[in-house]
Every structure is written in structure tokens, then in C-alpha cells.
């Protein structure tokens, strides 16, 4: 008897990001050989999918998992757990670590760390630091899936840059690599801070009030315009503002190239937060206004946003209680809740599945070309995930993976749960379960494919919200 298929997930529903069908998918040696109906099952292990719904393994582009050097607060082991658990398959881990990843040396340093120990498949940014445009290209070598330039203070010790040392690392990059950007104006947010400092402020809400949009705005501008003299891809991370957003639309209309993140936390949460969670919702850039998420909400419905992320940022139980909003840190965990928290969004139309998948899988693999990744099609990785979209349940903290489980959405009531998690055709999650051994690798861009940033304009909405992708190859 000849075995044709190692897996065959048989009778789900397979959302893509354009449509959905009711269909078999193949896995053999870990790819996807076939996606249709009445599959060859001899042999094979059959996962019986009637009544779920199975998409691509998401990808996130955001991550910081804090190998080197702030493992108090997470590492690969916990972080791609959480991963594995919320239906994510591919992280993409940010460099502000202790030693930040600035340098070929580094970035060795960090894949001889990190291998072995993660649960799902990892792509590594390096950064761009106030002086390191000759480590580029070495960086680049070793599979760089891109480079993070942090021009407003956050996290680590991570000098910002002045816009000489950006402008040569954005010409650096430009052969190749995409550069993400945390784009908010250092001097600027200091001179804020320090005003409200001043003024006796130490609760949660003086963050908010210290970052306001223009200074998200402003280094928009500037990015955006050296990027393009310099030919670099670019990505904003975490765009955070309604001022922000229309820049980039209005910069777009001016024949600027970029791409745009918008985060889970940034959509679901409004400045309401400071009030319920205190520090622990402190996020570079801020919680916003309502109106600042709605406005985030219309730009992903008309197309203008182009991926979400998480900007999985953990750190200490301790340190998230904080209650002097200078001393407390920015960020807190988000990879294990990101699928739930969007699923729950399309119960009230906010967005469809398909859209998920779009936003979350097939998009950011297009961007970064990212071999094999972010489609359910002959040829893929078999990175699979398992959904359950009726099932309500309130979100237990104490279940979540990352180390310090800490999280604003505990108790809050989702509909839509990860059943199962599939990386290149090996379970690694099972209802809440992470399954071992850890079996991730590095992800690495595809090189020299000559990828051009986004330029179409986006096509006018059909009835579904899904949107047609905007060139991106
Ligand atoms: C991130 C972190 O803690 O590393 N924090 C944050 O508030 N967003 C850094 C970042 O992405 O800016
Ligand atoms: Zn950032």
C-alpha cells in the first residue's frame, strides 16, 4: 500500500484571503500537495475539520521575544509557546534586546541562541543603530527578514539615530531588506514627557497626553520622504493615530511607497484602558481616543492598512504593576489573543475571516517574501490552524503561554477559539496544549526578488469587506 499523503485535514471550511471553500488539504514531507475534495486518505493521519474553519498559520510580524538578555520578562521557549497556542506560526522577533541586534556578529550570536528552542518558525530583524550602515549587508546575509530603525525611545537602550546615521542605513537596506519603523520623534516625545514630569503627572494617562498624534505624524513625514530618495521598502509599525493614517494616505496620493501596521491592542482598546488597567496598557506608541480607533477601523475596511500585528511586548508581573507611569515600561503580551480577539471582531461585522488571513498571513508573507508561508495552496508550508468560530468562552489569563500571562482581555468574552495548530505538518498545539518538541526554524526572505513596495490604489469594496490586495511584488 503506497502512502500519497502524511496528513489529510478533511471536511473544514479552508479560508483564504479571498474567499473560503469547503475543502481536504494534503500534507506531505510537510508541504501542502493538495487542497480539494475526496483526497487520497490511505495511510495518511486524518484530522476530521467538519465544522471548523482552517486558515493559513498566521504571521506575526511583530514580536519581541527578549532573547538576549531580558529573559526575566520572556524567551523563545514561552514566547513561541504562546505563539503555537493562538495560531501563529511564523514570529517575527524585533532586535531591542540587551545587546540590541545591531551587528553580523550579534545577529549570529542571537541564531545560535534562539535555535532549538522555538515551538514556531522565527524570522530575526536586525536594527538600524546611530552607526552601524557597514553591518547591513552581513546582517542581510544571515537572513535579515528586515531592519528596525526606532526613531522615538522605547524599550532597551537603543540610541535613536539622528537622520544622517538613518539616511545611510536606509540607502544600506535599500538593495533588499524592508525597514520597519517605530515612527514617533524622540526629542519631541522628550520634551512633552519632561513638561508633564514637571507638572507633578504620574498617572497612566499623562503616557497618553505625552505622545500626542502629531509626533507620530511628523516622523511619518520624515521617513517617508528620506525613504523614498533613498529607494527603500518601507513599513510603519504600530501606526497609531486618525492624523497618522491620513498622512500616510496622503502621501501614498503623492506617489510615496509604504506599507502600514496597525496593532490588535491599538483596535481594541481605547484610552477607557488607563482607567481599567492603569500602566499596564502603557504602549509606545499610545492607547488612543475612540475616535483615533475608529478611524484605524475605516482605514482597514477601505484597505489603507495594509497588516496587523501584535507587538507581543512582555515583561514582568512585577513590572506591569507599576504604578508611576515614568517608571513603568511600554507594551504587554498579545501573540496567543491576537486570533481570538479578530475572530470575535467579525461577530459584529468589524471585519471577515477571510480578512484575517489577508491581514495577518498572506500579506505580510507577500511584503517580506517570505518563502512558502501565508497561503493554503500546493507548494506552501503546511503551517494550519484549526478554528472553532462559535465557540464563546471568556479568556482565562491563567491559561495563557508567555511567561508573565498578563494580559487587559482577561475575562473578556470571545467567540472563536484555536483548536489546533499545525507547523510544516507537525501538531504543535492542541486545545490549549502546546505539543513538543520544539521544532521551529528561521524563516528568511526570499533575496534579490526585486520586490517593489505597494503603489496600486485599492480597488472600491464588494459586499464582503475583504479587499482586493494592492500590488505588492
Ligand atoms: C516595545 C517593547 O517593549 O519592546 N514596547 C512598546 O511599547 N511598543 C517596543 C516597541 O515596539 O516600540
Ligand atoms: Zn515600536
Known sequence: MSVTHDLVVTGGTVVHHDGRHRHDVAVRDGRIVAVGTDLDTTGATVVDARGLLVLPGLIDMHVHLREPGMTEK?????????AAAGGVTTVVDMPNTFPPVATAQRYR??????RGKAYVDFGLYGMIDHDNAGEIAGMAELGAMGLKLFMGQTTGDNRCPDDAAIFRGLEAAAADLVVGVHAENDHLLRLFGERLRESGRTDPRAHLESRPAFIEVEAITSIVTMATE????LHIHHLSTRAGLQRIVDLRAEGHRVTVESLVSHLVLDDGAYDTHGNLVKLNPPIRPAADVEALWAGITRGDIDIIATDHAPHTAAEQAETDVWKAYGGF??????????????????????????LCAYTPAQRWSIPHKGQIAPGFDADLVLVDPTEEKPLDSASLHSRHPVTPYDGWVLTGSVVATYLRGGLVHDRGEVVGPPSGRQVVPRRGSGLRPVDAPVPALGTMLTVPTRELV
Open 230 to 233: 533613498a529607494r527603500t521598502k
Open 109 to 114: 550570536d542571537k541564531l545560535d541562541l534562539v
Open 74 to 82: 520572556e524567551d523563545f521557549a514561552s514566547g513561541t509557546s504562546a
Open 333 to 358: 503580551i498579545g501573540v496567543e489573543t491576537m486570533l481570538p480577539l479578530l475572530l470575535t471582531a467579525t461577530t459584529r461585522g468589524a471585519l471577515d475571516v477571510e480578512d484575517i488571513v489577508r
